[in-house]
Structure formats: structure tokens, C-alpha cells
């Protein structure tokens, strides 16, 4: 798969069992999008993609970051 955030190579690591995305990418790292938001996610411009990430890996305290509304902000 392609990274929703950098663009580069991917691996898509979500189980079947999550509503979202889990995304493993050697240049981004691990992280997570919820189902809910990840429409709304891939329309944004790459750097507020990247922004929304960092925002994510910024709250996370344990586990892997997830995108979330809160991470993407005010659309």
C-alpha cells in the first residue's frame, strides 16, 4: 500500500477487526487513522496530512498514534 502521509511504501497492518487504518511506514513509522475520519484525511493537503500525524504522535502516550477528528482539527 501507499502511506497516506508521505506517499512512500506502506505495509497495511489493520486487522479485520478495526473500523480505521493501521498503517506500518519505514519513513512515518506505525500509526493508526479511525474510520471515521480517514475520508476526510486523504482529502487534506499533504502537509496538513503530515500535521495531523504529528498531532497524533504528540497525544499519544502508550501504543500507536491514531488520527483522529480531534488530530485533523476544524475542516
Known amino acids: 500500500m501507499q502511506c497516506p502521509v508521505c506517499r512512500g511504501?506502506?505495509?497495511n497492518l489493520t486487522p479485520n477487526t478495526m473500523d480505521g487504518?493501521?498503517?506500518?511506514?519505514?519513513?512515518?513509522?506505525?500509526y493508526r487513522?479511525?474510520?471515521?475520519?480517514?475520508?476526510?484525511?486523504?482529502?487534506?493537503?499533504?502537509?496538513?496530512r503530515a500535521a495531523a500525524l504529528q498531532a497524533a504522535k504528540l497525544t499519544s502516550h502508550s501504543g500507536w498514534p491514531m488520527?483522529?477528528?480531534?488530530?485533523?482539527?476544524?475542516?
Not at 487504518?21 to 506505525?30: K, M, N, R
Request: charged share 15%; net charge neutral.
Open 33 to 48: 487513522i479511525a474510520g471515521v475520519v480517514f475520508h476526510d484525511f486523504m482529502r487534506l493537503q499533504t502537509e496538513k
Open 21 to 30: 487504518v493501521v498503517v506500518g511506514c519505514a519513513q512515518c513509522g506505525d
Open 9 to 11: 511504501q506502506a505495509q
Open 67 to 75: 488520527i483522529s477528528a480531534t488530530a485533523i482539527g476544524p475542516r
